[in-house]
């Protein structure tokens, strides 16, 4: 025995990278196995348990059993966050932040968990500069090995590809008023 309290858990081989939009090294598969949201019936997506280890409110982390892999309910209409078979459920008043995409007329949460953008300082950004920076800030940082996805985002994962909607629906409303 050892005085160290935590196993070490060495992190998954990240799979071969290509250049895309994608920020983080880790991806986790796209579809959470067969299971459904049990509110909502929509397709689950994957994510590690040291998602639900970081986001879920201390004094309910005691209720996350010990599996490697939940499924995070992405629709934002549901207040299910995270699930795993039928009896794990934990919802958005479980969680210590809030789900931007869950969230989506509250332009003050966050759409990149790691460095803080909302789609409210997105939309300064374009109105005070006409553009945004946020794709190449975050891509840099990244670069820098400053992304903690896994641990930042309830979705677990990249959020460059929430971020690029994000900037997409706050430039088109910024060329309407411009109109
Ligand atoms: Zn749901």
Excluded at 131 to 139: E, G, H, L, P, Y
Aim: proline share 10%.
């Amino acid at each position: 025995m050892s005085g160290s309290c935590c196993p070490s858990s060495p992190k998954p081989e990240p799979p071969q990278k290509t250049e895309t939009e994608d920020c983080c090294e880790y991806h986790p598969p796209q579809k959470c196995g067969p299971e459904k949201c049990p509110k909502c019936q929509e397709l689950g997506k994957t994510v590690q348990r040291m998602t639900l280890g970081s986001l879920v409110r201390p004094e309910k982390r005691p209720q996350i059993p010990v599996v490697d892999e939940f499924c995070f309910c992405r629709n934002p209409q549901c207040d299910v966050v995270y699930f795993q078979s039928e009896k794990i459920i934990f919802r958005k008043g479980d969680l210590s932040v809030k789900v931007g995409i869950k969230e989506p007329d509250n332009p003050t949460v966050p759409v990149c968990y790691c460095f803080g953008w909302t789609p409210k300082t997105i939309r300064a950004e374009i109105e005070a500069t006409g553009k945004t920076t946020v794709v190449d800030q975050i891509k840099t940082q990244v670069k820098a090995g400053n992304c903690y996805c896994e641990v930042t985002n309830p979705q677990g994962s990249c959020c460059l590809g929430n971020v690029t909607n994000v900037v997409k629906q706050v430039a088109a409303l910024f060329r309407e008023k411009m109109r």
